[in-house]
């Protein structure tokens, strides 16, 4: 049998991190001669993904053709901003990877090195594969959509044709994007590529992205079908749609599970804004009165800010007391709880999950739909804005509570604070038992199911891909 040894460098952080693994284990699990070395870059104030890694491999649950390897930590100044930190600190693992790939193919039982799957994140070690004569593949944790806009307007400023820093200057400006069937407003746009300080060094990443050979993203044909055909136009890599790449590991012994188990079905809101949600305390106290005047159940996930300046994840309230309005636990107690960190595929896939409010993170969405939970989107950074713009208005996928709510890097929520009233409708709408939009998701979860079986669209790719890989 041939074999063959793809080296995997995931983005730092947990998030891109857990999909990578994911990803790395479905493609071993469809053939018995690929091996993964995955190194990972453990971020200086951040040692979850470190964890999460010793907790794969204790628990035996991981193939044993994977393989993790931990890159050296590199020295760095946590308080330049955020894009130079993460340009800076993955440009100083290059020599870490080139070093480690060496005495990684100089074994004697190494399989034969097939090329590199990197992160959107990590471009610039394509610059190593390139010395070992191998390809390079990027592995796209967010949507076809997204990459579309993103290579669109990257050719277009290194055309000279738009200028998208001025574009911030016409908020109420839609454009026509190739991946979207509808016009895109700017104000769902990426902040990162309106800010005349950061745009160079994420459209450098599409850049590269388009020296691949391959673009493996986390979708599926069926949910972003005009997003994936946009890109047959001969001027990118070959897209292999390869998604839902999901962990669906639930924790069926965790405390939250036994409360809602003697919930009604269908009968509970999840308010959930993953690992970077948090918002101020007037903030707070909005969500926690339109949760009361909406009389749901909830599940509702709140943590504290980092410390202003800092690069940081939220961290967990000692009492929510500080931040929630007087005797709210009290007049909820029977209906709800409130928790720090929330094990978002456990509670999802929960029967008494009737809705979600989420700030549209694409590994949320994807588990969202997979369980045929509805959304309302609450987005505040990143490309959160365009995906809850595809959801509500591309695909008629979730209700809209906001679509370009957005916070600044300090962490405040940009003199914007939705009100209670706002918040409210936004639950009604998510929660309302025969609603199109329910009956649409619970079609598509249907369909996010049939993709990865024998014959389905993203099986098939991820085949190609193989076969690819393999030389077969």
């Known amino acids: 049998m041939k074999k063959a040894q793809l080296v995997f460098v995931p983005s730092p952080g947990i998030g891109h991190l857990a999909t990578t693994v994911e990803f790395a284990k479905l493609l071993v699990s469809q053939h018995d001669g690929l091996f993964i070395t995955m190194f990972i870059m453990n971020l200086p104030y951040d040692s979850k993904a470190g964890a999460y890694i010793d907790s794969l491999i204790a628990s035996s649950s991981i193939d044993p053709r994977i393989s993790f390897f931990n890159l050296p930590q590199v020295d760095m100044d946590t308080g330049i901003k955020p894009m130079l930190f993460l340009v800076s600190f993955i440009e100083k693992q290059k020599l870490h990877v080139r070093e480690a790939v060496h005495r990684l193919i100089a074994q004697s039982d190494s399989p034969r090195l097939a090329g590199f799957v990197v992160d959107m994140f990590c471009t610039t070690m394509i610059d190593v594969a390139n010395e070992f004569g191998v390809p390079t593949y990027a592995f796209f944790t967010s949507n076809a959509g997204f990459l579309g806009l993103m290579l669109h307007f990257q050719q277009l400023r290194d055309e000279k044709v738009v200028d998208t820093a001025e574009?911030?200057?016409?908020?109420?400006?839609?454009?026509?994007?190739?991946?979207?069937?509808?016009?895109?407003?700017?104000?769902?746009?990426?902040?990162?590529?309106?800010?005349?300080?950061?745009?160079?060094?994420v459209f450098n990443f599409f850049r590269r992205i388009r020296e691949t050979k391959g673009i493996l993203v986390n979708t599926f044909v069926d949910l972003e079908s005009h997003a994936v055909h946009s890109f047959s136009d001969g001027e990118t890599p070959t897209v292999h749609p390869v998604g839902p790449i999901l962990n669906l590991k639930v924790d069926d012994q965790n405390e939250i599970v036994k409360w809602l188990d003697d919930q009604p079905e269908s009968s509970v809101v999840f308010l959930c804004f993953g690992s970077m949600g948090y918002f101020s305390?007037?903030?707070?106290?909005?969500?926690?009165?339109?949760?009361?005047?909406?009389?749901?159940?909830?599940?509702?996930?709140?943590?504290?800010?980092?410390?202003?300046?800092?690069?940081?994840?939220?961290?967990?309230?000692?009492?929510?007391?500080?931040?929630?309005?007087?005797?709210?636990?009290?007049?909820?107690?029977?209906?709800?709880?409130?928790?720090?960190?929330?094990?978002q595929v456990t509670i999802l896939s929960h029967k008494a999950i009737g809705g979600f409010v989420s700030h549209c993170g694409w590994n949320s969405i994807l588990e969202s739909l997979w369980y045929g939970v509805p959304i309302a989107t609450w987005p505040f950074q990143a490309e959160q804005q365009l995906n809850a713009f595809e959801m509500v208005k591309e695909l008629g996928l979730a209700v809209e509570i906001t679509l370009d709510y957005k916070r600044d890097l300090s962490g405040e929520d940009n003199k914007i604070v939705l009100s209670a009233k706002e918040i409210e409708e936004g639950l009604r709408k998510v929660m309302e038992h025969d609603s199109d939009i329910r009956k649409k998701v619970k079609i598509i979860s249907e369909k996010s199911r049939k993709a990865l079986s024998s014959g389905g669209s993203s099986h098939s790719s991820l085949h190609r891909l193989i076969n690819d890989v393999m030389d077969l």
């Open 281 to 343: 305390e007037r903030q707070v106290r909005e969500i926690a009165s339109a949760i009361e005047q909406s009389g749901f159940r909830f599940i509702w996930a709140l943590r504290k800010p980092p410390p202003k300046g800092k690069i940081n994840f939220p961290s967990e309230y000692e009492d929510f007391r500080e931040v929630l309005p007087d005797e709210f636990f009290d007049r909820t107690a029977e209906i709800g709880k409130v928790i720090g960190w929330a094990p």
């Open 167 to 201: 574009l911030k200057n016409d908020l109420e400006t839609e454009l026509v994007v190739p991946s979207f069937v509808n016009r895109v407003p700017v104000k769902v746009l990426p902040d990162v590529i309106l800010d005349e300080n950061r745009v160079d060094y």
